[in-house]
């Protein structure tokens, strides 16, 4: 029924007054009918907050009976008699009693891995079976796509991303791991107030190598964004227009109605909407990760040869990010306007360098510290320096900081874990290089290098 838009009309006191077979089958099933009050909680609330925001929205629909699991999208239209019902993407999934079985060393098994993981897609559980190869160490909180090697079908996409995107069943997803060919498939998880947990599954081996590249070419593909090759150079290109401009939309819907713009509303919906906003503004982040990740990556990639002044640079960071420093109460010794440190490098790419810095200080800096930025110069290498008063970093994270997705443990939705992988290639494609010296209890000093200019 996915292709289906099913319909329905409720009152302004909520009563279900017509409706399409599947909703209505649903809301028998709830105890109730025509005439009667929308007995599925979910939809009654989210019918009531148009219905209080006098506005058209659209969400995901979750419900259930003894029957299946009812997973949907709505969208809902108040107007002065009440509001109008379209749920579109009406998926059912019969009920698997009791249960999905956890993996423990009693679950019976065939050749394969039983495996479990959290919603951020962390490996929670793990055994082998069968003739299935040995369980590599150290798995534990590792990424399912770091663990399986995920192949695409025909069609370039990635069942198991598409399933999380959903929070749904998948199956059929092929993998590599640990030098066999297998198949996933798991069921999602909720927890007792609906909320995804994850996915609990199995593994299979198979025989036959895997599928390795979407239809009609051989290029690698990013899971992240199904059938988008890597090697496209029109990648960050379709990035942007995939995603910028939609993400773009949500955060200004949110903006407005955390600002209330348009009328007052609860303050806690003000509060969900301005989370709303604050988790879009980290997409965007991340989108333009993305991009660059791939523009650095690219085989010949080189940056521009401008003139400079690391000093100047400096300032104009500063000057971005100072409020941003001055919520937390966090004050920026800067390089003064006499402080000059001619250099050559890519202007954009170095000023992109230094925000990273310093947005990356006034990140995990403690309150009403200081950051300093300097410039100095070593023999042909002129360098900027961002240092704070943060927790450190002890000298085996030294290294491993500037390496892809790496976030030294840290849950917050701060970064992606890209950015400094992105500094310091840019730092290195502009003939420089990008450190860091610290210690635990003694904040970081990063300091950017780069070539010398000698002024006329």
């Not at 009050?37 to 629909?61: G, K």
């Amino acid at each position: 029924m996915s292709e289906r838009v099913v319909r329905g009309r409720v009152d302004r006191s909520g009563v279900l007054v017509s409706a399409d077979v599947p909703l209505l089958r649903l809301q028998q099933r709830a105890g109730a009918g025509l005439g009667r009050p929308l007995a599925l909680p979910h939809l009654a609330r989210l019918v009531a907050l148009s219905q209080r925001l006098h506005r058209e929205i659209s969400r995901p629909l979750h419900a259930a009976d003894d029957h299946s699991d009812i997973h949907a999208l709505v969208r809902i239209t108040p107007d002065d008699e009440g509001a109008s019902l379209e749920i579109s993407d009406w998926r059912a999934r019969a009920v698997t009693p009791p249960g999905i079985p956890p993996v423990t060393d009693e679950t019976p098994m065939a050749d394969g891995w039983a495996w479990e993981c959290d919603q951020q897609l962390r490996l929670v559980a793990l055994r082998a079976a069968g003739k299935a190869p040995a369980v590599p160490p150290g798995w534990e909180g590792r990424s399912l796509s770091e663990l399986f090697e995920l192949q695409p079908d025909a069609d370039g996409r990635f069942p198991v991303l598409r399933a999380l995107a959903r929070q749904s069943r998948f199956e059929g997803q092929r993998v590599q791991a640990a030098g066999a060919a297998m198949t996933l498939g798991g069921d999602a998880l909720f927890d007792a107030a609906g909320r995804f947990t994850g996915f609990r599954g199995f593994a299979s081996i198979v025989d036959g190598p895997p599928a390795t590249a979407p239809k009609g070419g051989g290029a690698p593909v990013d899971p992240a964004f199904g059938s988008l090759p890597l090697s496209d150079p029109q990648f960050g290109r379709r990035i942007d227009g995939a995603l910028r401009g939609p993400l773009s939309r949500i955060i200004a819907t949110a903006e407005t109605i955390s600002g209330q713009f348009d009328g007052p509303i609860r303050a806690d919906y003000a509060r969900y909407a301005g989370d709303i906003a604050h988790a879009g503004r980290h997409l965007l982040g991340l989108v333009d990760d993305l991009a660059d990740l791939q523009n650095i990556e690219r085989p010949g990639f080189k940056a521009a040869r401008d003139d400079i002044d690391l000093g100047d640079l400096a300032r104009r960071a500063v000057g971005l990010l100072g409020m941003k420093a001055e919520e937390k109460g966090i004050r920026i010794s800067a390089p003064s306007t006499d402080d000059r440190m001619p250099a050559t490098g890519e202007f954009r790419r170095v000023l992109q360098v230094l925000l990273n810095l310093l947005g990356n200080a006034i990140r995990y800096s403690p309150e009403d510290s200081q950051i300093w930025i300097r410039v100095d110069r070593e023999g042909d290498r002129a360098m900027v320096t961002v240092a704070d008063q943060g927790q450190g970093i002890d000298a085996e994270q030294q290294a491993m900081v500037f390496e892809k997705f790496e976030r030294l443990g840290r849950t917050d939705s701060g970064g992606s874990g890209l950015g400094l992988y992105i500094a310091r290639r840019l730092a290195r494609a502009m003939d420089g290089d990008l450190t860091v010296d610290s210690a635990p209890g003694q904040g970081a000093r990063f300091t950017l290098s780069l070539p010398a200019r000698d002024e006329e």
